[in-house]
């Protein structure tokens, strides 16, 4: 079994940092890639971040967020600095095994196989 646990998430103010953490459970490491995804209420679930063999970000995000990874203990980090009220949403961690063409492809949420519950990050102005 395939588990993905996200945990950070909370009531932050508008300006501060934030920090969520993924453990990924049932998957060796260096055999997944991993991408953030996030969404707010009425609104689609769109990507935020992803870790590849490089880090890959969505305009909304870059220049903003890190993601990382410690493969020692399957974890993926997602740090978001200078938070945004529109930053507020369910923020979801997935993983992927599968090969693709194109590191585009990691943008999408159809490519990846498993996900977790998501964290709600609030940010207040």
């Known amino acids: 079994q395939v588990y993905l646990v996200e945990s950070g998430g909370g009531l932050v103010q508008a300006g501060t940092s934030l920090t969520l953490s993924c453990v990924v459970s049932g998957l060796p490491d260096m055999t997944y890639h991993t991408g953030w995804f996030r969404q707010a209420p009425g609104a689609a679930r769109e990507f935020v971040a992803a870790?590849?063999?490089?880090?890959h970000y969505s305009p909304h995000v870059q220049g903003r967020a890190t993601v990382s990874r410690d493969g020692t203990k399957n974890t993926v980090f997602l740090q978001i600095n200078d938070l945004k009220p529109e930053d507020t949403a369910q923020y979801y961690c997935?993983?992927?095994?599968?090969?693709?063409?194109?590191?585009?492809?990691?943008?999408?949420?159809?490519?990846?196989?498993?996900w977790g519950r998501g964290i709600q990050v609030t940010v207040s102005s």
């Open positions: 997935a993983a992927t095994v599968r090969l693709v063409h194109s590191e585009r492809n990691y943008y999408s949420g159809a490519l990846y196989e498993y």
């Open positions: 870790i590849t063999a490089t880090t």
